[in-house]
Every structure is written in C-alpha cells, then in structure tokens.
C-alpha cells in the first residue's frame, strides 16, 4: 500500500522527507543510500506516492486518483528505470530520462523518476544526468538509489539532497518477521541490518545448509582423528565463496558454547534452535579453549581478507581448534 506508517524503522528520514512536503522544501535530486535490502526503494516510492496525492498531504490518502494508479502499478507520472545489465549506460538515461523529461507530466503535479541501483550508472551516463539534474523543469524529480553514493561524480553528488538509510535495529527487523516460524534471531545475525537480505536468505536453505555442514565439521573436529582435519578441509573448500558466512557461522557457534558456560541457557543464544548440541559441547570444553578457537576463526577472517593461502589459512584454524580443545 505504501503509506510512512507502514515502514518499519527509519523515523529519521520519514521527518525530514514529511518536513520537506509540509514546509514545500521538495528538491529536484535525492541520493537515497544503504545497503541492499534495507528499504531505499520503499521509501522512495512512498515519497513518490505522497508528493502526487491530489489531498496534498504528508502521507498518502489512498484514496484519490492518484493514489489509486499508483497503488495498481500504473502510475503515468511515476517512472522507473532498472537495468540487468552490469553498468547503466548514457543511452538508458538519455532514453528514459533526459528527452522524456521535457514533456509535461500527464495529469498530476510532478515527474518523478526512480533509478535504481544508480550507483551502476557510467561516468557518461552521470554527466548526461547531471545535465537533467543541474537545470531541471519545475515538475521535475528524479531520486537516485544507490549501493554506496560514493561512486557518483562529486558534481552529482554536491547537487543531490542526500539520505542515508541506516541498518535497521534486531528488534525492528525482529517486529517485521513477528508470524515467522523460524529462528530469526539467527538470520538476522547475519542481515548487516537489512530486512531485505534477511528475505533472501529465507527464500533458500543454503544458509541452513551450510550450518548443518559447519556442525557436523565442529563434532568431527572434536573427534581424536587427525585425518578428518583434512576432510574437513577439504569439504570448506567446496564452500570458498561463501567462507565468510561459514567462518561468521563458527564464530558464533562458538560464541554461543561461550555465553552457555558463563550464564547458561539464556536469551543471547543465536542458535535457539539448535540448544541441546550446544549444550553438550559446552560441557567437553573450557573457557580457554573456546576463546582460543574463537580467535583461531577471527584471525582467519583477517588472513584471508589479505588474501592468504586459502588453503593453508584453513588448514592452520582448524589445526588450532583441534590442538585447543585436546591440548
Ligand atoms: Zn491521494
């Protein structure tokens, strides 16, 4: 439906983009910037929504004729522009933007125009919009969602009012997944803040499948056989590009086997779902043990990040929990 109330989080910009309508502050050019999934193009085609109401508003009525196209998809003042292709170039903005800009709105009070994923335009394809963007026609708004809005030409940048959308709270990304019969607390570890990508990940069960592989590599390191280590080693290998999720996973695996020891089971868990293992680990190894396999992992993280061996950076964390829980 679309309206400010509707949007979890994000009070901040909701203010100022209500305060701009209300006290006719509306600029020509917005930068809406943050991570994927975290709700730029919600609030941008809400934004979208309320500057055409024909109520004049600070939020949609839903009700007039406007509201009405664009709650159906067809809104003939409301454009936008996306691209599968790996850059957005000067022709997509010449043709959808830059001519069709010229012409008056249809019906209703602007022109407005959503690229996403902006950040993919080209170095021409920005100086063509800048053109747009330094004299535009007076119906004429065009908001820019972007990655990260420091790819844009510092001439775009400077001429854009710029919204940064922060990651969202646990418990705001918790309150949007409330009828959800799944350990979000655990995907949300993982969401960087971000209702979208928290959707993504449960749309597949690779990430689930790649704990159940990480729990079943962490009960056969704990096993006395030397041999698994390079198994195991092995079986990582098929997961390299998603190491950092296999290796994130670990770590707080471990953390959580941690947090059991100092206080038991208790509300910090991330694994809820998955108790009854961590508990028994818990109960084979020490404090020191599970600090040291904690910084074994973390330094992984690093070593790999300053692409070292993939292999052997593997090779030497595993070889490091294994000698801290049976030395
Ligand atoms: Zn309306």
Redesign the pocket.
């Known amino acids: 439906m679309y309206t400010f109330e509707e949007i979890i989080g994000h009070k901040e910009i909701i203010e100022n983009l209500k305060r701009r309508i209300k006290y006719k502050k509306v600029s020509h050019s917005y930068i809406f910037d943050g991570i994927e999934g975290i709700g730029k193009k919600t609030i941008a085609k809400t934004y979208a ?2 500057l ?4 004049g ?1 600070v939020t ?9 196209a ?1 709650d159906s998809g067809n809104h003939p003042d409301v454009f936008f522009i996306d691209t599968d292709k790996k850059s957005l170039g000067v022709d997509d903005i010449r043709n959808s933007i830059q001519k069709d800009i010229e012409t008056k709105p249809y019906k209703y009070k602007y022109k407005i125009y959503i690229i996403e994923k902006a950040d993919k335009m080209t170095i021409q394809a920005q100086n063509a919009l800048l053109k747009t963007i330094e004299e535009p026609p007076s119906y004429g708004i065009i908001i820019l969602l972007s990655n990260n809005f420091k790819q844009f030409l510092p001439t775009i940048i400077s001429r854009c009012s710029i919204l940064k959308l922060n990651p969202l709270k646990p418990k705001e990304i918790k309150k949007y997944f409330n009828n959800i019969d799944k350990n979000i607390d655990l995907y949300i570890a993982f969401s960087g803040g971000s209702i979208g990508i928290v959707k993504n990940m449960l749309e597949s069960n690779k990430f689930l499948d790649i704990r159940e592989k990480m729990i079943e590599w962490i009960y056969k390191i704990q096993e006395d056989d030397l041999i698994n280590l390079f198994e195991i080693q092995k079986e990582m290998e098929i997961y390299k590009e998603d190491i950092d999720i296999v290796l994130d996973l670990m770590y707080i695996w471990y953390r959580d086997i941690l947090f059991i020891k100092e206080i038991g089971n208790n509300e910090y868990i991330i694994n809820k779902d998955k108790i009854n293992e961590l508990l028994n680990m818990s109960m084979n190894l020490s404090y020191n043990k599970i600090s040291k396999s904690l910084e074994a992992i973390a330094n992984t993280k690093i070593y790999l990040k300053q692409n070292a061996n993939f292999r052997l950076a593997l090779e030497i964390m595993l070889l490091n929990i294994k000698e801290n829980i049976h030395g």
Not at 52 to 55: D, F, H, N, R, S
Not at 61 to 66: A, D, H, I, L, R
């Open positions: 929504k309320t055409q109401c024909l109520k508003g949609p009525c839903n009700e007039c004729s406007s509201c009405r664009f």
